[in-house]
């Protein structure tokens, strides 16, 4: 498994390599724009250029994934809400792609009340628009949904509700899945145990499957068991706990899978001793299983 953790990107996108290495991370995850605000950031095309080269050429951060806005919410039954999330996913994925990254990951938002079923055909076109609008080579960066804590109209917000997803979106392969521990914990799904974590990937497999599942998302909760609220905690602190992490970190079919940190460390985002934290809890699962 590779550790990786969310950074800031920088001038020119380059830094967040150097970041992630100052912390001792193996993989980054960036924003491509500000996360809450819709104009997106223009990179010319020798700023893309150069981040694929430096990520091709970096001797310790192995793979980059962007974090789409979060303003984005791709089942609003607001039409002109709908029209500015398909233009930001657009622009989003466009600079993952430029940048080489091995993924995008997105919220897919709320359907306000209108109901999942409702909002389910405009997700699937405006995740098939973004897609194919996009100029990609031979190896295309994927979209990936991620699951969601289950607050509120959240579309995602189980691995049944993903598949529905991809199912309804004919199944393209350009579209894989982020898997959030903090948000699945606090959905109300356990897997702080071996019996727990092996019930949890058989979910996987059995729904979006185990070849769709890209990256993890690796948080620790600030708030209990079922809540039903996104709120993360650095690795060991919250309500999840370090051993509970470690029972889903060791699972054989997890294994090498970039999980990227989303912690508050101290304010800032994740730290060092954060990285640390997250590979002393995968080493202790694995010699759970061993």
Known sequence: MRIGAHVRAGKGLVPALQHGADIGAEVVQIFTQSPRMWKPSQYGAEVLDAYRAAQAEHPSVTSTFCHATYLINLASPDPELAAKSRACLSANLSTAEGMGADGLVLHIGSHRGSGFDTALPNVADALMEALDGVDAGDDPCPILLENAAGAGDTVGRSFEELAQVIAAADGDERLGVCLDTQHLWASGVPFASIEEADELVELVADTVGLERL??????????????????????????????GLSALLGHPELQGLPAVLEVPGDGDGPRAEDVVAARKAWTAGLALRS
Request: glycine share 14%.
């Open 214 to 243: 890209r990256c993890l998302h690796l948080n620790d909760s600030k708030v209990a068991f079922g809540a039903n609220k996104d709120r993360h905690e650095n690795i060991g602190v919250g309500s999840i706990g370090a051993e």
